[in-house]
């Protein structure tokens, strides 16, 4: 939404002359507040959703300007949107950034007794966790080492919806592509994560790997209606939504204790190893405990699936109704694609047009609508004082050529999912 404040009354004019004497720092009471009963609003999240938050927020900053306080349910925040306010803050923060905590998520883990993983940490807990993962999920080394992974399983989608066209006696398959891409996306974070597949892109997939799927897809849809209440209203408001999100959490904590006790069990036999995952390096490491290596996994299983899969589908939905671009793409794929056979950890240096339309995508449909932040000492945005604590190989075509609506639902996605046509290409 950066920029998304500005218009003409904003504009200042030129003028020369001597400078303008500094003016006095504004008391946070000062600061335009969103218009509006904070307890109404929660009332209106309840029982439509925060679907439209992100259009709410953009049209209060053409209203009030590039600051304003907002205010959901007793929670206090302030909200800025230009680029020299979220540097500020980010220097302000440092080395251990106080975030916004998933309510319903710490809920879980707190009335379960499970530990925390490094989504739900702040401050010297959060630095430690994150520092000991990165070597084995962030560095350039560990990228390299699960990236063969990542190409197997972009393979076998590619092959399973080729397959599904071929079939077609038209040639071309009409299809809502959202629920492959999901199982695309959980079938790789499974394997990169865990050293294991579900077979979600096979004709027919296990109970267990389905049951999987729905308690993700629970999970997160009870997130949404439940993130912005207030823990002591909801728990009489929302008792059955509190019910499918503690099942739905206990079946993926299950699921990944499951998996780490099979991994822990081979590692043990001496079994000869080589490298199957990153819960495998974690162990083999032995820089965490199992439980805060099973609360991480976890944490990276949930937030890895659908941040990935509604960017991919509007990557092709893109690309579908921009057939030059795709065209072009298909031909640097084509020039790159012996290479990157050889080598796969080649894409990210043999396809730059593709890592451009790729971030071309993500900013147009970004995963998320903000980044919150706790300041923890007292700092001056806009000149307003702002008190410690305060959060803040195929074708693809389609007919539609509108902008697809976005809708606000823990994540960005679209409020529509687009109807995609492959066809083969000989």
């Known amino acids: 939404m950066a920029g998304a404040w500005l218009s003409p009354r904003w504009a200042r004019t030129l003028t020369t002359g001597a400078a303008p004497a500094p003016k006095a720092v504004l008391p946070f009471e000062a600061i335009p507040q969103c218009p509006g009963n904070k307890w109404l609003r ?5 029982r439509e959703g925060p679907e439209d ?6 049209q209060t900053f053409q209203e009030l300007g590039p600051i304003f306080r907002y205010n959901v349910g007793g929670r206090q925040m302030v ?6 306010d979220v540097e500020r803050l980010k220097r302000a923060e440092g080395v251990q950034p106080r975030r916004m905590v998933l309510e319903p998520w710490l809920a879980h883990r707190q009335h379960r007794g499970h530990k925390c993983g490094v989504f739900l940490l702040n401050g010297p807990a959060w630095r430690s966790d994150r520092l000991r993962l990165n070597p084995d999920v962030m560095s350039p080394l560990a990228v390299q080492k699960y990236m063969p992974m990542v190409d197997r399983v972009a393979r076998d989608f590619s092959k399973a919806l080729m397959a599904k066209v071929l079939r077609s006696a038209r040639g071309a ?5 959202q629920p492959s891409i999901f199982h695309y996306t959980l079938e790789a974070s499974n ?11 096979s004709q027919s997939p296990s109970p267990a790997s389905l049951n999987f799927i729905h308690a993700l897809e629970a999970m997160l849809r009870s997130t949404v209606r439940l993130m912005f209440m207030p823990r002591g209203l909801s728990r009489w408001t929302s008792t059955e939504v509190w019910k499918e999100h503690f099942e739905a959490w206990d079946y993926i904590f299950q699921y990944a204790n499951n998996s780490i006790q099979k991994i822990y069990q081979e590692l043990a036999l001496g079994r000869p190893h080589h490298y199957s995952g990153i819960v495998a390096e974690l162990l083999l490491h032995a820089d965490m405990t199992l439980d805060t290596i099973k609360a991480s996994s976890i944490d990276l299983t ?26 072009t793409l298909r031909q640097e794929s084509l020039l790159a694609e012996a290479k990157i056979s050889e080598n796969p950890q080649r894409a990210a240096t043999e396809l730059p047009l593709l890592r451009a339309a790729l971030k071309e995508t993500l900013r147009l449909y970004p995963v998320g609508i903000s980044v919150d932040r706790q300041v923890s000492s007292d700092m001056v945005l ?10 803040k190989q195929f074708q ?8 697809i609506k976005m809708v606000y639902r823990f994540i960005l996605m679209p409020s529509t999912i687009p109807l995609l046509t492959f066809r083969a290409i000989n």
């Open 79 to 84: 909200c800025v949107t230009l680029p020299e």
């Open 396 to 403: 693809v075509d389609t007919l539609t050529q509108e902008d």
């Open 302 to 327: 949930a937030g890895s699936v659908d941040t990935t899969a509604y960017p991919l589908l509007m990557t092709l939905f893109e690309l579908a109704r921009n057939p030059e671009v795709q065209q």
């Open 173 to 177: 398959l009409t299809v809502d592509i």
């Open 191 to 201: 394997l990169v994560l865990f050293g294991e597949r579900l077979g979600l892109l």
């Open 42 to 46: 929660v009332l209106r999240i309840w």
């Open 382 to 391: 806009q000149n307003y004082h702002i008190p410690a604590g305060v959060l």
């Open 53 to 58: 938050l992100h259009l709410q927020m953009q």
